[in-house]
């Protein structure tokens, strides 16, 4: 049977219309090609005779005709890298079978049927982390989106959906806890030392939710009643040393539980609810059903090893897998074109838990913050795609920001267009009738669009092409005044993005308010929706021209274009009602000096204007007595080096970051009375004090602006935190401020940090990406020397991230005008890249950014790419990416 000739199959697998690929070229999946699959699986029992190096499994699936796909006289089922030791049809030894690539292929007749496959498998190989592998002398899997077919042959596609019964046995000694989906049948002992249990998940799951750990671990319990009564038991299961660090993970989850049956009436359905914390984890935390597996970095914390920022994480992390029990597991994705169907929405739940949990100012801006750092770039390089892509390589490439992020802020812009000016939830409407529809389904972005206007009763036709259509638009927006009438007339452009050369225009909700100049007030907020080209919108009885402000809350993904003057942006940051808008307008006043700055176009005027006028409002937020520390300290925030460079067309890295730093002198400097004072002041405030996690936040602010203003001074302070400091946040602030300046104190306080945190690879990651971020002259020395540490390993994607995600957000050293970042960027790709493909594959849109960065660093970045897309054997992960940024 010559099965990979064929250009279209029975089996529902999109194939390339064209000839095998070339080994380097892996073929394009589109999602217009989606086909059902001709097969249901209702039922799959599982048997894993567990070893580190050895492990058995022996699949029985029960298959019957799926009625509403094409009939076909065989079944696909995926694999990777296995070969089966021997495969039974009810109950009969066969060998009709045969091998397509890693797939296997098997002729069935009936409309049902009994297959039985087994395989073996050696997790300790395992170094990819996906599939069933081991870490820290435990095993677990990884199986989202594409590693059960790396455990058993299998449909591996979120529609198949099956009920799992899983038998799992080993030595007692190595896997005393054993651990699957669901709930826990029966369990025992063999007089041989080996001990066994069985479990059952009652709800049909796709493979990609399947999960197994098995290993010596403790666990923090507790319960939670669900509003309907049911009694469910909270583990947290980690190694003995770190049950100490789990108290915060358990609060989070039963926070999370009650929140999601407040505020979206969803209610937890099994009575069990397992999360595990691994340290060797390609991602933040993974939502299998009832049986989650975490990151530890989102799992362990206490105040001596983790900052405030870990604490929120962690909290929010636990929501999102816990979130996805709803959205995502009791309705599932069609195929992983939809991700952002489970993933955007679950982002917007965490963020709209977190802004209950901690707060709905800071928490907008935080996620506005990384939107900006994260997704605009990617929004507007080679590696653009929309929320919903149409095809892809690897679809480990496209759990992305653009798919995260922005998916949330889409469902975010429904649910401003469906409760603006209502008295009702009709958002929640919405959402309870996609739940209601398609519960037990694997669904589409396209169903829950439906859903939302059926059960919110809007219409969100034209709103789809947020669906569509990549790239972030641009708002263009002029004031007028005349007679009594304000006139705000707002053009949109949605940039080109690789294979998007045409773009609609979109919709686009943008929450405003118009202020009295002299008052300082605004006479209440509208809601004006911008969905045409060009549009219009007067507002009458304004006797005198008001200050516009716009995207309140941020309502919108897009960039807004204002003819805002300085004093229209100064007179927003000191009294705009919306705590966004008024650390927009901050933001806008410090971007638009900046990057005039760093593109040369400011004349010396203008330049004492800017700067001028930035250390007023700079002055004022400091001195404000009303405002919390919280708040205060992201006003305090200048923008990012990266969102400045997003601003301009070809940047030069260094004088961007040369004007930056620039302002950080010249504010600490003028101000340098009111940071000692806001320093002195919040510097007394105790760990648990009120507002205590502001006033951490402020003295860490106050540190870097004094790191540039008064190095001596600053110095001095950091290292006094670093001592007197009785928690992460403080300690870390300091060191960061240390880190960043050539002095006995710094290298005295990371010896001692080192030497204090030995043996905890969460703090000692810090450790690397404190000295990867740095500010010092030296960092890209500094970086070179610490990937020969005895602590570095390739093998923990925790560590590798640690080192070298810091090192290329830190743009004096990665654009280091010598280039040498950038090739020591590739070398790391080209090692990681057999070892862990999914998590090399993320260090290239690093690189990918060259068309964006100034002529002479830009052809080093490409010249490293070339390197890459030239190295003998690639991955997928990896090929897919170097190759889009090299075309894109
Ligand atoms: N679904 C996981 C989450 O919410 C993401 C994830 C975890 C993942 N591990 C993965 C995605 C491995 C791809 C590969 O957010
Ligand atoms: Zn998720």
Not at 391 to 397: C, F, K, M
Not at 586 to 610: I, K, N, P, Y
Request: hydrophobic share 40%; glycine share 8%.
């Amino acid at each position: 049977m010559d099965i990979a000739s064929k250009s279209t199959t029975p089996e529902g697998d999109p194939q390339p219309a064209d000839a095998a690929p070339a080994p380097h070229e892996p073929q394009i999946i589109h999602r217009s090609d989606y086909t059902p699959f001709p097969w249901l699986v209702p039922e799959i029992a599982l048997d894993f005779d567990l070893g580190l190096d050895a492990t058995r499994v022996v699949a029985r699936l029960t298959v019957t005709r799926n009625g509403r796909a094409a009939p076909a006289d065989r079944i696909r089922l995926n694999g990777d890298g296995q070969e089966p030791l021997s495969v039974k049809l009810d109950g009969e030894m066969v060998n009709s079978w045969a091998m397509d690539g890693h797939d296997l292929i098997l002729p069935l007749s009936a409309d049902a049927h009994e297959i039985e496959i087994v395989t073996q498998i050696d997790p300790s190989a395992n170094t990819q982390l996906e599939g069933l592998y081991a870490s820290n002398g435990m095993l677990c899997t990884q199986c989202e989106a594409e590693g059960f077919r790396r455990i058993t042959f299998f449909p591996d596609r979120p529609d198949v959906l099956s009920v799992y019964s899983v038998t799992m046995r080993g030595p007692k000694a190595q896997f005393p806890i054993l651990l699957c989906n669901g709930n826990e049948v029966a369990s025992g002992e063999d007089e041989d030392g080996t001990c066994w249990a069985e479990w059952h998940d009652p709800w049909p799951k796709p493979c990609y939710l399947f999960a197994l750990v098995a290993g010596d671990l403790v666990a923090n319990s507790g319960t939670f009643t669900t509003m309907g009564g049911r009694d469910v038991t909270l583990n947290i299961w980690v190694r003995a040393e770190d049950l100490p660090r789990t108290d915060h993970a358990l609060e989070s989850l039963r926070k999370s539980m009650k929140w999601d049956e407040e505020t979206f009436g969803r209610e937890y359905d099994l009575d069990l609810y397992n999360i595990v914390a691994v340290s060797d984890f390609n991602m933040g935390a993974m939502e299998n059903k009832g049986l989650n597996v975490f990151n530890t970095k989102y799992v362990l914390a206490d105040p001596d090893t983790a900052t405030d920022a870990d604490f929120d994480a962690i909290e929010g992390v636990i929501a999102h897998e816990y979130f996805h029990n709803w959205s995502g597991n009791r309705v599932t994705c069609r195929d992983w074109f939809q991700l952002s169907l489970k993933e955007g929405f679950t982002v917007l739940r965490d963020q709209l838990f977190s802004q209950d949990m901690q707060g709905e100012a800071v928490k907008r801006i935080e996620d506005v913050r990384i939107l900006r750092a994260a997704q605009f770039p990617e929004d507007s390089g080679p590696l653009a795609h929309p929320i919903r892509p149409d095809s892809y390589r690897e679809i480990s490439n496209f759990y992305t920001a653009t798919v995260y992020n922005k998916g949330a802020e889409v469902i975010r812009m429904m649910r401003v267009l469906a409760n603006f000016g209502s008295d009702s939830d009709r958002f929640r409407q919405g959402t309870d009738l996609y739940f209601e529809r398609h519960d037990g389904e694997a669904a589409t972005c396209e169903d829950f669009i439906s859903a939302i206007e059926d059960g919110a009763g809007i219409d969100l036709k034209q709103f789809r092409l947020w669906y569509s259509q990549a790239g972030t638009p641009k708002v263009h927006v002029k004031t007028a005044h005349e007679g009594d009438t304000v006139t705000l007339t707002l053009s949109q452009l949605v940039p080109t993005t690789p294979g998007q050369a045409d773009k609609q225009p979109m919709v686009i909700p943008l929450k405003i308010a118009l202020f009295d100049r002299e008052a300082g007030t605004h006479g209440g907020e509208s809601l004006i929706v911008l969905d045409e080209t060009e549009k219009s919108f007067s507002f009458n009885g304004y006797a005198a021209k008001p200050v516009l402000s716009i995207n309140r809350g941020f309502t919108a993904p897009v960039t807004i274009i204002r003819d805002a003057s300085r004093e229209d942006l100064v007179l927003l940051a000191a009294h705009d009602d919306d705590p966004f808008a008024r650390y927009e307008a901050m933001q806008e006043l410090v971007v638009g000096h900046l990057v005039a700055a760093a593109m040369g176009t400011l004349g010396d005027g203008e330049r004492a204007a800017g700067e001028d006028a930035i250390a007023t409002a700079m002055g004022a937020v400091l001195e404000d007595s009303q405002l919390e520390d919280s708040m205060r300290g992201e006003l305090m925030m200048l923008p990012s080096q990266n969102y400045l460079m997003e601003q301009i067309e070809r940047a030069d890295p260094g004088a961007v970051h040369a004007e930056r730093e620039g302002l950080k002198v010249i504010l600490g400097t003028r101000l340098a009375d009111a940071f000692h004072a806001l320093y002195d002041r919040v510097e007394k405030v105790p760990f648990a004090g009120e507002g205590a996690r502001g006033a951490r936040k402020v003295k860490t602010q106050v540190l870097a602006y004094a790191a540039a203003s008064d190095p001596l001074k600053a110095v001095e302070l950091a290292a006094l935190q670093y001592d007197n400091a009785d928690n992460m946040t403080d300690r870390q602030g300091a060191l960061m401020a240390l880190c960043g300046l050539d002095s006995a104190e710094r290298t005295g306080r990371l010896i001692d940090f080192y030497n204090r945190y030995q043996g905890n690879a969460l703090v000692i990651d810090k450790w690397f990406t404190l000295q990867a971020l740095s500010l010092h002259p030296n960092a890209l020395e500094h970086v070179k020397a610490l990937a020969g540490h005895p602590d570095f390993t390739l093998k923990n994607p925790n560590r590798v991230r640690a080192l070298y995600m810091a090192f290329a957000g830190n743009p004096h050293a990665f654009h280091d005008p010598s280039g040498e970042g950038y090739r020591m960027l590739a070398d790391l790709i080209l090692a990681l890249d057999p070892v862990n493909p999914q998590t090399a594959a993320r260090f290239v849109p690093s690189l990918g950014r060259w068309r964006r960065i100034e002529p002479a660093r830009s052809a080093l970045m490409r010249a490293e790419l070339e390197r890459i897309a030239n190295a003998p054997k690639l991955s997928r992960d990896t090929y897919e990416q170097v190759a889009r940024s090299l075309d894109g």
